[in-house]
């Protein structure tokens, strides 16, 4: 956690000397990134303190608000990756092409990861590991 934080700290003069617009949004980027694993690396530190409670105890009209607030932005996320795929197949500049991807790659992770909380939410009991192992499965990055 600390060592994605203090990554932060060093590469945001960077960010912002940059030049470029679409380097210097690259690097934020990867800044946004940081403090996103930071925040679940204290959640996974939390799990692992035993301080986090083993059932989820969230009553029936949060989890159904919860689940809708969700859903909705599950249905973002699927216009964007349809538009996301639609940009693709026009002939673009491989630098262009190359970020797209990324941000797809991002939106179809999102997609999954909403859908499958979405679906623990509208159960009547969930298991703290159950969304630890969504956090595990579809909120790092996978290696190709």
Do not use: W
């Amino acid at each position: 956690m600390m060592l994605e934080l203090s990554h932060v700290e060093r590469i945001k003069p960077t960010m912002q000397a940059m030049p470029s617009r679409l380097a210097s949004a690259v690097l934020e980027s990867i800044i946004h990134d940081s403090y996103k694993h930071a925040a679940l690396c204290g959640a996974l530190v939390d799990v692992e303190a035993g301080s986090a409670p083993v059932r989820l105890e969230i009553d029936p009209a949060t989890a159904m608000k919860m689940a809708q607030s969700i859903r909705e932005h599950i249905r973002v996320e699927e216009e964007m990756i349809e538009r996301l795929e639609r940009m693709l197949k026009m002939n673009l500049d491989d630098r262009v092409a190359e970020i797209l991807r990324y941000i797809l790659q991002d939106e179809m992770r999102h997609h999954t990861a909403l859908t499958r909380m979405a679906n623990l939410l509208d159960r009547e009991e969930t298991s703290q590991d159950e969304y630890l192992s969504l956090a595990l499965k579809y909120m790092f990055i996978q290696p190709p």
